[in-house]
């Protein structure tokens, strides 16, 4: 694979895993090495990833090479996903395209790059690893409660 093509097929979901694998952010590659993702709405280097205390970003299109730049593990999604097969690539592609340039808020549980490109690939927005974060914030605040209640 050269420097800047894009791992996988168009229509497949390009997986960056960041920070140690603390969380991954999500792009739709759309052909001709490109991605397109929801990511900082500043004009900070190529391959700026949100930061979650951002409340705004911005679905962009980017060169894959560009992006990669930061030195993540990649991987790719290209079947189907919880038994739900993928839409057609073509219909992936025009819902990633059709976004370019739009604003949306951002929210790490209810509105991020991982339920922009599920909505792309699948129909459907959802994030696994929102839905675990919000397993983890309830079992730990439960844990607090316990902790303290066991003080008294």
């Known amino acids: 694979m050269s420097e800047d093509s894009c791992p996988g097929k168009p229509g497949d979901l390009v997986v960056f895993i960041r920070e140690k694998g603390l969380y991954r952010h999500y792009a739709v590659n759309v ?3 490109y991605i397109i993702h929801a990511t900082s709405v500043s004009d900070e280097p190529v391959g700026s990833c949100i930061c979650t205390s951002s409340k705004m970003a911005k679905i962009k299109k980017e060169k894959y090479s ?3 730049k930061q030195g993540n593990e990649v991987r790719v999604e290209d079947g189907s996903w919880k038994g739900k097969p993928p839409l057609p690539v073509e219909k992936i592609i025009m819902r990633a395209k059709s ?3 739009r604003s949306i808020f951002y929210s790490i549980l209810s509105n991020n790059c ?6 792309c690939r699948y129909g459907e927005e959802s994030s696994d690893q929102a839905k675990n974060l919000g397993i983890g914030l309830v079992v730990l605040g439960l ?5 303290f209640w066991s003080r008294k």
């Open 99 to 101: 976004q370019v340039g």
């Open 143 to 147: 844990a607090l409660v316990g902790y």
């Open 31 to 33: 052909g001709d090495g």
């Open 114 to 119: 991982e339920h922009f490109a599920r909505w």
């Open 66 to 68: 560009h992006f990669k």
